[in-house]
């Protein structure tokens, strides 16, 4: 099974809004890392926050990491038509083992 | 300069054939994968080989082989396509200071 898992599955919002998606994963990791899919590519790196980290901002998105609840989430401010995609989470459990789930699709409407 | 390069893009192929995909990465990268992505979504993690050593190999049938004839490099090959192999195969490489994956493009399977 899966070691990530994201909630919601699909999110639609207005352009200009914030989006909210959560991961959680079952065993410890050493650290936790979204990533973004546009429809039809490879996946893109877009941020990591480390197993002692609380709290980790770039750009517009802010990722929030609580290792006692096992979850994650990610925050994509005043969002933008480009930001249409697909998000993963992924664990990283030992040195060369990430675990992603099945993704939040996020459509933002103009 | 594409950083990690898959070819084909796209494979459209008949049951019981046999097909591999090429995988290529610039970047200096010690460790490289395979990913399945399946039409729900869900990336699941195939092998992984590290200095062309196989590292990670996960429930995969032995119909699938993977090669790495060096660290630059990591192909796949499917015996006995069936129906089910039908996805997107992604190739990675991992950077070793930050544990982030570089993706290829993917290539489309789908099995007739």
């Known amino acids: 099974s899966q070691q990530g898992e994201e909630d919601p599955q699909a999110l639609s919002i207005q352009e200009g809004e914030n989006a909210t998606m959560n991961c959680s994963y079952k065993?410890?990791?050493?650290?936790l890392q979204w990533y973004r899919q546009n429809s039809g590519r490879g996946l893109v790196h877009l941020i990591l926050?480390?197993?002692?980290?609380r709290e980790k901002h770039s750009g517009r998105l802010r990722v929030t990491l609580d290792t006692s609840k096992k979850s994650s989430s990610l925050l994509i401010t005043a969002s933008r038509a480009a930001d249409t995609a697909s998000y993963f989470c992924a664990t990283d459990v030992d040195d060369y083992k990430l675990s992603f789930g099945a993704g939040t699709t996020v459509t933002v409407r103009a | 300069d594409t950083a990690v390069s898959q070819t084909p893009k796209y494979l459209v192929t008949q049951m019981g054939n046999d097909k591999s995909i090429k995988c290529e990465q610039n970047?200096?990268?010690?460790?490289m994968y395979w990913y399945k992505q399946d039409s729900k979504k869900f990336l699941k993690i195939m092998f992984s080989?590290?200095?062309?050593?196989?590292?990670i190999n996960e429930t995969v049938p032995n119909r699938f082989s993977p090669k790495s004839p060096d660290k630059a490099h990591l192909n796949l090959h499917i015996n006995s396509l069936e129906l089910g192999d039908s996805a997107v195969y992604f190739c990675?490489?991992?950077?070793?200071?930050?544990?982030?994956?570089?993706f290829g493009e993917g290539s489309r399977l789908t099995v007739l």
């Open positions: 970047l200096g990268h010690d460790t």
């Open positions: 065993t410890s990791i050493n650290n």
């Open positions: 080989y590290n200095n062309k050593e196989l590292i």
């Open positions: 926050i480390r197993s002692n980290e």
């Open positions: 990675a490489s991992r950077q070793g200071n930050t544990g982030e994956l570089f």
